[in-house]
């Protein structure tokens, strides 16, 4: 097992300053190459108070921010035009990607496509809802209207 401090936030492992321990393959393999931890040593202790003191600073300047996003997501109706067949079946299905950039395309403001998440797979036209999260503390529920494009 290695002990890695996390730089970036790695779903289902942590956030930025976390001291955690996986297995080498999984350190060697993906997180070090990419960028997304460093390897633990006893000088790292101050890196991980340092990542911990900057994104405090950060998640203070960002609620404020953040609660209004999500009123905005949760306010307006996201209008997702996809290719789709004359049932109403779509070819393929909505993906996170397809939902960050048609909430962008709306001007609501700019999501992560990691940070969404679709409860069931939207491949029929008609009304369906997305969930994105904000933050640690702070849910949206995207509702999304998708019809199919013209030909």
Same mark, same amino acid.
């Given at each position: 097992?290695? @002990?890695?401090?996390?730089?970036?936030?790695?779903?289902?492992?942590?956030?930025?300053?976390?001291?955690?321990?996986? @297995?080498?393959?999984?350190?060697?393999?993906?997180?070090?190459?990419?960028?997304?931890? $460093?390897?633990?040593?006893?000088?790292?202790?101050?890196? $991980?108070?340092?990542?911990?003191?900057?994104?405090?600073?950060?998640?203070?300047?960002?609620?404020?921010?953040?609660?209004?996003?999500?009123?905005?997501?949760?306010? @307006?109706?996201?209008?997702?035009? $996809?290719?789709?067949?004359?049932?109403?079946?779509?070819?393929?299905?909505?993906?996170?990607?397809?939902?960050?950039?048609? $909430?962008?395309?709306?001007?609501?403001?700019?999501?992560?496509?990691?940070?969404?998440?679709?409860?069931?797979?939207?491949?029929?036209?008609?009304?369906?809802?997305?969930?994105?999260?904000?933050?640690?503390?702070?849910?949206?529920?995207?509702?999304?209207?998708?019809?199919?494009? @013209?030909?």
């Amino acid at each position: 097992m290695s @002990k890695l401090i996390l730089t970036h936030e790695v779903t289902g492992l942590g956030t930025p300053g976390d001291v955690v321990e996986v @297995k080498n393959g999984y350190a060697r393999n993906y997180l070090i190459p990419q960028g997304f931890a $460093v390897a633990w040593t006893r000088g790292g202790e101050k890196q $991980v108070e340092s990542i911990k003191a900057a994104r405090a600073a950060r998640e203070l300047a960002t609620i404020e921010e953040v609660n209004d996003l999500k009123a905005k997501i949760e306010a @307006k109706r996201v209008r997702l035009t $996809v290719k789709a067949g004359a049932e109403g079946r779509l070819f393929g299905s909505v993906k996170t990607a397809d939902i960050a950039a048609a $909430v962008e395309a709306e001007g609501i403001g700019s999501i992560d496509k990691r940070k969404v998440q679709i409860p069931t797979p939207i491949k029929t036209v008609g009304d369906h809802e997305a969930i994105v999260n904000l933050r640690e503390d702070v849910v949206a529920t995207i509702s999304l209207q998708v019809v199919a494009a @013209k030909k």
